[in-house]
């Protein structure tokens, strides 16, 4: 077949000489022997028709065969140059001597005559009439199964002509070796081939491309002006010149790069400009079926390869991309694949569009793409002709027409390699993008036409680029597996990824983002789906209805639906599109309908954020600022992240830690539910939790509260709810408060069935404890306190609900919108602990161990109940400590005593509430009301006594305010000063045990200030209500309260009153230390009740009941009031007789 190949050139183009000299009439000079060569040649072929060994001898160069006749080799005129220049064994060959002398070099000249006589022998072998009957008796049979072959017309070269046109058909050993021999002769001169001249006169004059009565020096080598009309058909597709060669001499020029496609030998302008790099580069290579071509054209752009020879291969390169029969080992191996799949349907016009090298490769990609069959060498063929694409951008016209201003300005120098391709991509993917959108649709054809995606090693620049990553993050992949790019794309950003590798892939992944096809991974697996559900067309066609880039959309648009919703992808498309999402969130330049929709935005919001994974975050923080079409684009993006959060692939790779140790069974097992962002939610505080994947998660949260849609499972779980309750509101912060607000009527009204929906409250139970993280996570808090974080909070960070336990650790300097937001902050946490994300985050292996049954309501009551266990955390400790002082700051957050007395705070408060507004804490004031009035009724039998409920929970509050002064707010307040400088020591201790309350008793006179002095005394006169609220006095005397009042019942200073009378019977001997410290007690209420001012009559009553000396006080008013009856008698008795006395004057 090799030689079969050579023959039907050599037929075609001997029957072209043949026709020029029939036409022109071209006679040779008189002085010239034409019958010897004639003569000579036909023997050898008449000889050749009887005899096949003969014929081979007769017409091989290599091994010739000694015949009678007329000989090149014996004439004058040649004799001295075929001595210096032909090889000995070649002389007995005429044809062998032809070729060596036309093969000469360049710097080697032959005399005139020589010269002469060879034009001449040649123009004698395609002149003679018995040339083509030669050909009819070699090619018999050859001719009788070609039927539109033998109907040519004899006499003008048709024959012949018709015999090249089949050439690959010819099964005839003589045949092929018979056309394969003509051919180099034809080849040498343009006019010798038929209807060349005729169809080409005009525009070689116009052109300039030599003259057709060419010089004496060298008449047979006229390749020049065939390589001259062969640039200029190149640069007419390139750059639009003003002459147009005429369709006939197209297609004469085609025909000629056609005839020699499978010799090099026989384009005599590249052979004679490639000689000596052809024996640098390919002195190995055989000639025949264009193989030297080949080597050629992978030697094209090395260092040693003459500028000369790389321009010569860069125009055959143009004329096989504007018709692939130029390349005859491409037309060879793809013949049969290209008629199955019907690509080559037009046969008359070798340049139409079924002839372009770009149609070629679509069609053929096209049946490999859809799983179709193609031959393994037409495959071949193919990747060398893309990587040959990929390589030199100068091949693809329409990019040197459409894309001569970018190159000029942005990648002039870079031609080689790929780099200009390369440079023009990232031009492209630039912020301002290709000026001219017919540069940057022609760099998409190429890069269709070209198909990397199919293989990466088609695109040099970027093999060499990211060879070394490769080898290291992608060694387990097959080479020139399409997941090697899938692959490369994981791993970009990461430290296995090299700088320039980065580039080269994103500006090619640019590109193939923009077609979905370009993906022959996910084109294999979609394209059923895409032809079902988005009705699209073959692979190498397009659509206005559905353009390649809009085909992804719809695909990922249904990948998400649920069975409800309608059709679905089948699994493996779906996982495709889940692997191009993660693709496409690296680079928001890789999404094209965002980048289109977003430009304006990007340039104006975002303008600045350059860094990896920025600018979608900057659009999603702008997203009511964006306009409607960019904004709606973002939004069913973040949408669709919520419910497959792993799309965020550097989100993932930064959150790998967290997700291996508490979430890799919902990484592993997430079939659209959100859960993995939840996990990582709920694991923000572990210690594998890193900054980056915080940072990330929280942005994540940060944007779901603009809209409860971008929540996934939320928006499952309640959109009905929102629909029916919340119509009209979007921001997911004002959609919780709304529902919240629904289910918290509802539970107080105690309706027999709930407004929202069982699965909607567990979730909305998840949202509302998610938000308690990050005060940004709830704007209006945020908002109110903007200004006080500023100043008060500046280093503490966000996240771990750090800020606002600082904003209400510093409450007392806060501005008065944010004092106000924090207030109803606490009492929302103190109703619901769970909402205390501190509390419940440092607590909770506490929680574990204590409260596993108490309801989440009932948290911190269960914590406070065990505080003082022994295995009580210390960290947990100190936190439910500062939740106590919270509470003691105002019975509102308390919520357990506000229940239990709820009606007796109006009763014995009033006064308080009355001078109190709603939006400021009321310090402490009506739980110390509610302390004293407890006191006083333990002592005193009063009618209007405290419930039961409301009793018992003010003694706990005695209880614990005892042991910690902290929890005493007006007692804080008032004693700072003396506290600082009377019991620093007491006041540092890490463990509060009532050492500061003693402190304050025992320095009771060096007390100066009023309302310090009061508050101590209240403290005195609330300890001797039961001997618990006296720590110091509990410890001292738990010995004889055990021995001496044990079966007194605890409460109501029983066990006061018991220890009290144990100290007054000489009988009973009291612990030395109890005895010291009861009788302190007495010295202080003693004093106490000298020094204590009464408020009020009620007040000055109790003073005296409760005063030691009682009966001296009220035997005192006694008698008072008996002297002052007296002196009313008497006084009475006398006025009224001075009364008669005036009456009767």
């Not at 990922?556 to 692997?579: N, S, W």
Request: aromatic share 6%; hydrophobic share 35%; proline share 2%.
């Amino acid at each position: 077949m090799a030689a079969s190949g050579r023959v039907r050139l050599i037929l075609l183009l001997t029957s072209q000489y043949l026709c020029v000299f029939l036409t022109q009439g071209l006679r040779p000079p008189a002085n010239v022997n034409h019958h010897p060569p004639v003569i000579a040649i036909n023997r050898q072929l008449k000889t050749g028709a009887s005899n096949t060994g003969n014929i081979g001898a007769a017409s091989s160069v290599s091994q010739p065969r000694r015949t009678s006749g007329w000989r090149l080799a014996e004439q004058e005129a040649c004799r001295g140059d075929l001595t210096r220049l032909c090889p000995k064994h070649t002389w007995s060959n005429n044809l062998a001597v032809l070729e060596c002398l036309q093969d000469r070099k360049e710097e080697t000249e032959i005399a005139t005559d020589c010269n002469h006589l060879l034009w001449n022998y040649k123009l004698n072998l395609t002149t003679d009439p018995k040339f083509e009957s030669v050909a009819v008796e070699v090619c018999k049979s050859t001719i009788s199964e070609l039927k539109e072959c033998a109907d040519e017309e004899r006499g003008k070269g048709y024959l012949v002509s018709c015999l090249v046109d089949h050439r690959g058909n010819i099964t005839e050993y003589q045949c092929h070796q018979y056309i394969t021999k003509m051919t180099s002769i034809i080849f040498s001169d343009f006019r010798l081939i038929c209807g060349f001249m005729d169809k080409c006169l005009e525009d070689i004059n116009a052109l300039h491309c030599g003259s057709i009565t060419t010089g004496e020096k060298d008449l047979h080598s006229q390749g020049e002006v065939i390589a001259c009309l062969e640039k200029a058909l190149v640069r007419e597709v390139e750059q639009d010149q003003t002459h147009q060669i005429k369709e006939d001499c197209k297609k004469a020029i085609m025909r000629v790069a056609e005839l020699s496609a499978d010799d090099f030998h026989l384009d005599r302008y590249l052979y004679f400009s490639c000689r000596d790099d052809r024996e640098r580069f390919c002195e190995n290579t055989q000639v025949g079926e264009g193989r030297v071509y080949k080597c050629l054209f992978n030697h094209k752009f090395e260092e040693a390869m003459s500028e000369k020879c790389r321009d010569a291969l860069t125009t055959r390169q143009k004329l096989i991309a504007q018709d692939y029969k130029v390349s005859y080992s491409l037309a060879k191996a793809c013949k049969a694949d290209l008629r199955k799949y019907r690509c080559n349907l037009d046969n008359n016009l070798p340049r139409a569009r079924e002839a372009r090298l770009s149609y070629l490769l679509l069609c053929l990609e096209s049946a490999v793409h859809r799983g179709r069959m193609v031959s393994g060498d037409c495959q071949g063929e193919m990747l060398e002709y893309r990587h040959m694409l990929m390589e030199d951008f100068s091949l693809s016209p329409e990019i040197v027409l459409h894309c001569r201003g970018e190159i000029e300005a942005h990648c002039s120098g870079l031609h080689r390699k790929g780099r200009t391709l390369h440079c023009l991509m990232r031009v492209g993917r630039g912020d301002k993008g290709l000026g001219d959108s017919l540069c940057q649709n022609a760099l998409q054809a190429l890069i269709q036409s070209a198909d990397p995606g199919a293989d990466y090693r088609i695109d040099r620049a970027l093999n060499e680029a990211c060879e070394s990553v490769i080898q290291t993050a992608c060694k387990h992949i097959r080479n020139g597996d399409p997941m090697i790019l899938s692959c490369l794309m994981e791993h970009l950003y990461t430290e296995k990824m090299v700088e320039d590798c980065e580039h080269r892939l994103l500006e090619l992944q640019y590109f193939i983002s923009r077609d979905w096809k370009l993906d022959p991974v996910l084109y294999r697996k979609c394209q059923n789906d895409a032809s079902r559900l988005c009705h699209t067309h073959g692979w190498n066609e397009t659509s206005e209805m559905m353009p390649p880039g809009a085909v992804f959309s719809c695909l990922y648009r249904h990948a998400y639906r649920t069975e409800e919703q309608g059709r679905r992808l089948t699994r493996d498309c779906k996982v495709e599109v889940q692997r191009i999402l993660h693709q496409r969130a690296m680079d928001v330049k890789l999404d094209p309908e965002l980048q289109k929709r977003c430009m304006t935005d990007l340039g104006k919001w975002c303008s600045e954020k350059t860094d990896t994974g920025q600018e979608l975050e900057c659009l999603q923080d702008h997203m009511e600022d964006l306009v409607s079409d960019c904004r709606d684009v973002v939004g069913n993006l973040t949408e669709l992240e919520s419910e497959d959060i792993q799309i965020e692939a550097l989100l993932m790779r930064a959150c790998e830690a967290v997700i291996q140790s508490h979430c890799h069974d919902v990484a592993d097992n997430q079939i659209d539910t959100g859960d993995l962002m939840e996990c990582l939610v709920q694991n923000k505080h572990q210690k594998e939790m890193n900054d980056k994947c915080a940072v990330g998660v929280t942005h994540f949260q940060l944007i779901q509260m603009k809209d409860f849609r971008f929540s996934y499972k939320f928006k499952m779980a309640c959109k009905e709810d929102v629909l029916k309750l919340c119509p009209n509101i979007k921001k997911k912060v004002d959609v919780v408060v709304c529902l919240s607000t629904t289910v918290r009527n509802d539970t107080l009204q105690e309706v027999k069935e709930q407004r929202v929906a069982l699965k909607c409250r567990k979730q909305l139970r998840v949202e509302e404890l998610e938000m308690t993280e990050d005060i940004r996570l709830e704007p209006e808090l945020h908002d109110s306190c903007r200004k006080d974080i500023s100043r008060l909070c500046s280093a503490v960070t966000f996240g771990n609900a750090q800020v606002i336990e600082c904003l209400k650790e510093n409450k007392q300097y806060l501005s008065h919108m944010c004092h106000q937001k924090v207030f109803k902050l606490q009492e929302t946490e103190m109703m619901d602990p769970e909402l205390d994300y501190q509390l419940m985050r440092v607590c909770k292996q506490m929680i574990k161990r204590f409260c596993t049954e108490a309801d989440g309501k009932n948290m911190l009551h269960c914590l406070k109940q065990n505080k003082n266990n022994e295995l009580m955390d210390p960290k947990c400790k100190q936190m439910i400590t500062k939740r106590q002082i919270t509470q003691s700051t105002d019975y509102r957050l308390n919520p357990v005593l506000r229940k239990a007395c709820k009606a007796d705070i109006p009763k014995f408060c009033h006064n308080i509430l009355q001078k109190s507004s709603d939006d400021n804490e009321l310090e402490g004031q009506v739980i110390s009301c509610l302390k004293l009035k407890y006191a006083d009724q333990v002592h005193h039998q009063i009618s209007k006594r405290l419930s039961s409920d409301c009793e018992d929970q003010i003694r706990v509050i005695l209880q614990e305010s005892a042991l910690d002064y902290r929890l005493d707010p007006q007692l804080q307040l008032h004693c700072s000063a003396e506290i600082t400088h009377l019991c620093t020591e007491e006041a540092a201790a890490q463990e509060q045990t009532g050492q500061v309350e003693e402190c304050l008793k025992t320095n009771l006179l060096k007390l100066k200030q009023d309302a310090c002095k009061k508050e101590v005394l209240n403290m005195l006169k609330e300890s001797k209500a039961d001997i618990f609220v006296d720590p110091v006095l509990h410890t001292a005397c738990a010995l004889d309260l055990k021995h001496h009042c044990a079966a007194v019942t605890p409460g109501r200073g029983r066990q006061m009153s018991c220890l009290m009378e144990a100290l007054q019977d000489k009988r009973v001997r009291l612990q030395p230390e109890c005895k010291k410290r009861l009788q302190d007690r007495i010295d202080m209420w003693s004093y106490a009740a000298k020094v204590a001012p009464a408020e009020g009559f009620s007040d000055l009553a109790v003073q005296v009941m409760t005063s030691p000396s009682k009966n001296y006080i009220l035997l005192m008013i006694a008698l008072a009031v008996c002297v002052l009856f007296l002196v009313g008698l008497l006084c009475g008795r006398f006025t009224k007789q001075v009364t008669r006395e005036l009456k009767d004057r």
